[in-house]
């Protein structure tokens, strides 16, 4: 493994050195991925400092993920057109400056600014990422540095809680942004002095229309759902139910326009391949689960339960850890044993574990909750690499921004659609309690109400798994040829 990590032959006279590329792109994701959860926890002091509601708050995330969802789309194109070393400075370059204008920032509008620049960094660096690792990497070996990815994706959202809450207990919540910041330049140095171009570049012709249809879909229809949580009407609202018509017919147009060009914008051709269809599934459920859940349980350990940030964070901490350590374990099994056997178990595992958990009271145990969101963990590492290396092992090496572009997209909807639709579950659930009890000013029945609108987004998330179930009884490990 040692060997193949220091130097990896793909084209007659290119070699890459594996290891300071990897470092540049595990060292900027890391600090894109902690940022992103790490929030999180400092929603509920958000709340109060900015005096706003939950369904605004809620915008610090998904508007992260309304950048994304438009963003990444276009990804694709741009690995075609830019080189890996421009692309890797761009993104961190906005990366640096959004944490900087978010460790600064005096009000909700400009940390939302910042988090909007944030997310442009991370758009275009996720999929370099992937698509980096499909090049370097011979496909018998994927398995193993998908693993390595996973281990610092995840650790990073795990830590995130973590880290936060002993910030804002004893600093304040900029001192997220400002702990980042290092490490971003770091990043950005070790880029500018070791990334290698490992992609093609190939310039197709850029297509406006695509840009326009494209942007509209996925920022219409992840705008609608996050829309749906906040204010009156919901789901029924016409803001709700008009960016859905919108983005959903922009997105009909998109996929249409998109099949008919010589040179597409994103090659849809990649969906005739069965198994990067069912793992583009995976991946898009393990994330509507991760996100819903991952929104939800810090409420419910500070609101409902009066925790502080910090133990929310501990409480969150193993579980995290533990998915950073079972990821290369799961690349490895992977390699050897393919995607069957963890895919589908794994997707019991979690099914099960989000039944449990929609039965939490305010009176479930600290220690129960830790197990269960360890268990929940575990299950989502059975899923989500295997599923993700064996698609997009399917597909030609010309497919394979394209596949990158499109997995990454539809995980960013993913995104949006399950926290937009667990805060709203959650939402209807605190004002149905409400309406119920004698005296709604009592202080005492928030929890309480808190409580039950959680129950019934776990539930939610419980539906979408056994779903996952149900697409993951079709999956089937694919044999690529060795590369020597």
């Known amino acids: 493994m040692q060997a193949t990590m220091t130097e990896t032959k793909q084209q007659p006279g290119q070699k890459f050195k594996v290891i ?114 499909l090049i370097i990497f011979p496909a018998e070996k994927r398995g193993a540095a998908m693993g390595v990815i996973g281990l610092v994706i995840m650790v990073a959202p795990a830590v995130g809680p973590t880290i936060a809450g002993l910030l804002i207990e004893n600093l304040s919540w900029h001192w997220i942004f400002w702990l980042s910041l290092p490490f971003l330049v770091i990043a950005l140095l070790f880029g500018i002095l070791f990334m290698q171009n490992v992609s093609t570049i190939t310039k197709p012709k850029i297509d406006i229309f695509s840009l326009v249809f494209s942007t509209l879909g996925f920022g219409g229809i992840v705008f609608a759902f996050s829309s749906a949580g906040e204010g009156e009407g919901g789901w029924t609202s016409t803001k709700v139910v008009s960016f859905m018509i919108i983005g959903i017919v922009a997105l009909v147009i998109f996929a249409i326009r998109q099949i008919m060009m010589k040179q597409p914008m994103m090659n849809l051709r990649a969906f005739k391949h069965p198994m990067f269809v069912v793992g583009t599934l995976m991946v898009f459920i393990c994330m509507m689960v991760i996100l819903s859940s991952m929104l939800v349980l810090p409420m419910y350990l500070i609101s409902g339960l009066g925790l502080s940030a910090l133990t929310a964070g501990l409480i969150l901490l193993p579980g995290g850890l533990i998915n950073g350590i079972m990821s290369p ?114 202080p005492a029945n928030a929890p309480l109400a808190m409580t039950a609108g959680i129950q019934n987004a776990f539930i939610f998330a419980m539906v979408v798994a056994i779903v996952g179930l149900i697409v993951a009884l079709f999956i089937k490990r694919v044999h690529v040829e060795k590369q020597h």
């Open 329 to 442: 374990i799961m690349g490895g099994l992977f390699d050897k044993f393919g995607p069957k056997w963890l895919v589908i178990p794994g997707l019991a595992i979690v099914a099960a574990v989000l039944w449990f958990f929609s039965g939490i009271t305010t009176a479930s145990t600290i220690a129960l909750i830790i197990v269960l969101h360890s268990c929940l963990m575990i299950g989502i590492s059975m899923v989500w690499m295997p599923a993700q290396t064996n698609g997009l092992n399917q597909l030609p090496r010309e497919l394979y921004p394209d596949g990158t572009a499109i997995m990454n997209t539809l995980q960013q909807v993913a995104g949006a659609i399950g926290t937009a639709v667990a805060v709203s579950i959650m939402t209807a659930g605190m004002n149905n309690f409400m309406k119920d009890v004698a005296d709604p000013t009592d």
């Open 20 to 133: 300071p590329i990897m470092i540049s792109l595990l060292l900027a994701g890391f600090v894109g991925m902690f940022s992103e959860t790490a929030l999180n926890v400092a929603l509920t002091d958000l709340i109060e400092v900015f005096n706003i509601t939950a369904p605004t708050v809620q915008w610090l995330t998904t508007g992260y993920l309304l950048t994304l969802g438009i963003l990444v789309p276009v990804s694709g194109l741009l690995l075609q057109w830019f080189s890996t070393r421009q692309l890797f400075i761009a993104a961190v370059s906005f990366s640096v400056l959004g944490t900087l204008v978010a460790a600064l920032a005096p009000s909700f509008e400009v940390l939302m600014t910042a988090r909007v620049i944030q997310a442009i960094g991370t758009a275009l660096l996720l999929p370099l990422m992937f698509n980096t690792i």
